[in-house]
């Protein structure tokens, strides 16, 4: 306040004595340079949800902020989150696959594999259940994204150090206020901001909605017509895989990842998680937007392609007590089991593509 007086002051005396030069230089009045990282990241408006009308970003419950998403941006892509800098979010969710990853596992910090693939989050800020992970362990973005920083084998770091790490960035302070008004970088700011950018994410416009939605019967082939037909008939496809995103976010067993030698699960699953003995084996429906995307499929990456997906459900799955009711034979034709490939790969849509910024907030302060 007193500066501020003061100035004013200096500036009346100023006026008055008509002075033409000024005792200190003024400060320069060009406002200070855009650092390449802001340029590279500048705040946009939320995307319009290429969903539809009805589900607008800006109207969700938790919606973000264009501040947040931003920030989100960095962090998603900063390797500087993880215990030794060499692991970043998208090194197991990369943008190019729907950010999933092309691998039947996910390898983390110092190449150590883990033991399941790395799902695609695309359409997660719209999903029908808040379920995330294979098991549904977690009930929001926000609550998954601090799974994985503090994970041995995926990014190694504590949260405390992440944190450490990123005040040690000075840089990044002033964008923490822009996005949630004080400078102050916690845990959950970092995971806010990160499921921030995670919701943006969304998938549309595939030529299977080009059709669907906007009515436009030149949109796919005969084939593509027809696997929808067997998807939502024949083959009951929809029982589980249902709605915008083609899936319930419910868990159920198909028998992948069952020993019949053993009678055992390599990865038990749900049941790890519900303590229900009927879960083992259970695993959560995944989305088929932008399937074709990421092969290997499953929670294993066992199975290689679509059609050998497709397969596995014409043989009624693989048989184990807790096989899901819903899973039986379905006596496909070769044609029918490319119609219903064919409409898979005619799920992969647009607006979720992105890729690292060039530059990231530096440790000096600027543009205070
Ligand atoms: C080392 C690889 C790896 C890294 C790094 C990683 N993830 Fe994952 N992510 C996975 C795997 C594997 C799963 C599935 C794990 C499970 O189900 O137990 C997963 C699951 C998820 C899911 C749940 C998706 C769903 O539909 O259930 C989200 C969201 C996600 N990760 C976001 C993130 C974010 C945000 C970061 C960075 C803070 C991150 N991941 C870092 C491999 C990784
Ligand atoms: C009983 C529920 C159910 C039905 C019916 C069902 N699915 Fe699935 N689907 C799942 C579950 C659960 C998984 C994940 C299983 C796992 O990883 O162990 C899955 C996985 C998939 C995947 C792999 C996706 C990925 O990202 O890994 C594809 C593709 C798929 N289903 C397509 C289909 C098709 C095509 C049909 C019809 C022929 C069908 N599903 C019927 C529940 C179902």
Known sequence: MRTLVGALALGLACSMAACSRTESPAPAAATPPIPAWEADNPITPLPDSPLGADIQLASLPNAPTPEQVRLGRWLFYDT?????????CATCHRPEHAFSEPTPHSTGIRGQAGGRKSPSFVNAA????????????????????????????EMGATHESMVASI???????????????????????????????????MSGNSPVDRWRLNKDESAVPDQVKQGYELFFGKAACNQCHLGNNYTDSRFHNLGVGYDPRTKTFKD???????????????????????????????????????????????RGGEKNPNLDPKIKKL?????????????????????????????FPQAERTGE
């Open 331 to 359: 006596n496909l034709t070769p044609a029918e089991v490319d119609a219903l490939v064919a409409f898979m790969e005619a799920l992969s849509g647009e607006g979720y593509m992105d890729h690292a910024p060039k530059a």
């Open 80 to 88: 500087r989150l993880s215990g030794d800098g060499s692991v970043s």
């Open 268 to 314: 038990e699953g749900r049941s790890a998680i519900s303590k229900d003995p009927a879960d083992l084996g259970a695993f959560k429906t995944p989305t088929l937007r932008d399937v074709a995307k990421h092969a290997p499929y499953m929670h294993d990456g066992s199975v290689a392609t679509l059609r050998e997906v497709v397969e596995l459900y014409d």
């Open 167 to 201: 005040q040690k960035v000075g840089a990044y302070a002033p964008y923490f206020k822009q996005a949630f008004g004080s400078e102050e970088i916690s845990k959950e700011r970092v995971a806010q901001a990160i499921a921030a950018y995670e919701k943006t994410r």
């Open 126 to 153: 719209v999903t029908l259940y808040p379920n995330f992970f294979w098991d549904g362990r977690a009930q929001s973005l926000e609550e998954q994204a601090l799974g994985p920083i503090a994970n041995p084998i």
